[in-house]
């Protein structure tokens, strides 16, 4: 099955710096693949999300790269703010059965000192 | 975005009773739907896959006959968790397929004395 992994696990980052997370999948059948933000005690909100069609997607300060030859998607945010801190979830989703299930990577914390 | 509620939000119970979570979109309606569970600082995984009207199919490790679900409308499932044990204490988390995405809920603390 999907199996995907995620890095760092923790990341540290001045205000204003920028922050990457790195995502690599297994299935090459996956073909849409979502980042989301947790914030503790909440359930998972979208941020941004790719489909394998498109190689790069920006909204604002946060953008996503894909690279399907080498299995592999970022997450990017430029000019991080201290409300940005959180723990941050990639997953690639696999059509099973008449849906498509998400498989998610294990998490990073991140945390943006002010 | 869609709304997706969950209630309670959180809930502390005795060892060996059950305990019913309710997961409603309040915005639209689908077909498919999904309870995650997520243990302290670990990733969501996947329990089972609901579809309105039929039985759930669940992953592997676990337990139908544990993890009740009843999913009668397009916008509305529940989750029992019967007989419940201090290692079923997790955040339990449900999602509805839309179109384009899959719309979480805020999550239900579950803590087995």
């Known amino acids: 099955g999907e199996n995907v992994e995620q890095h760092p696990s923790t990341l540290s980052v001045q205000e204003g710096d920028s922050a990457v997370i790195k995502c690599t999948y297994s299935?090459?059948?996956?073909?849409?693949f979502p980042w989301y933000k947790q914030e503790l005690g909440k359930g998972p909100q979208l941020i941004i999300d790719?489909?394998?069609?498109?190689g790069e997607k920006k909204d604002q300060r946060i953008a996503v790269t894909l690279n399907k030859t080498a299995k592999h998607f970022s997450l990017h945010i430029t000019e991080t703010q201290p409300e940005d801190s959180a723990v941050y979830f990639c997953?690639?989703?696999?059509?099973?059965?008449?849906?498509?299930?998400?498989?998610f990577g294990k998490g990073t914390k991140l945390t943006v000192n002010p | 975005g869609a709304v997706v509620s969950q209630h309670p939000s959180r809930v502390i119970c005795k060892s060996g009773t059950s305990v019913k979570i309710e997961c409603r979109s309040l915005?639209?309606?689908?077909?498919?739907m999904f309870w995650y569970r997520q243990f302290p600082k670990q990733s969501l995984m996947l329990m089972a896959t609901?579809?309105?009207?039929?039985?759930?199919?669940?992953e592997q490790g676990v337990e139908k006959d544990k993890f009740l679900i009843n999913h009668a409308s397009l916008t509305l499932s529940t989750l029992t968790v019967t007989s419940a044990h201090p290692e079923d204490s997790s955040f339990y988390i449900c999602?509805?397929?839309?179109?384009?995405?899959?719309?979480f809920g805020p999550g239900t603390r579950l803590t087995v004395l």
């Open positions: 299935d090459s059948a996956s073909n849409y």
């Open positions: 609901s579809n309105e009207g039929s039985k759930a199919t669940y």
């Open positions: 915005d639209f309606q689908a077909t498919t």
């Open positions: 790719i489909r394998s069609n498109v």
């Open positions: 999602s509805w397929s839309g179109t384009t995405e899959q719309f």
């Open positions: 997953a690639a989703s696999i059509a099973q059965g008449g849906s498509e299930k998400l498989v």
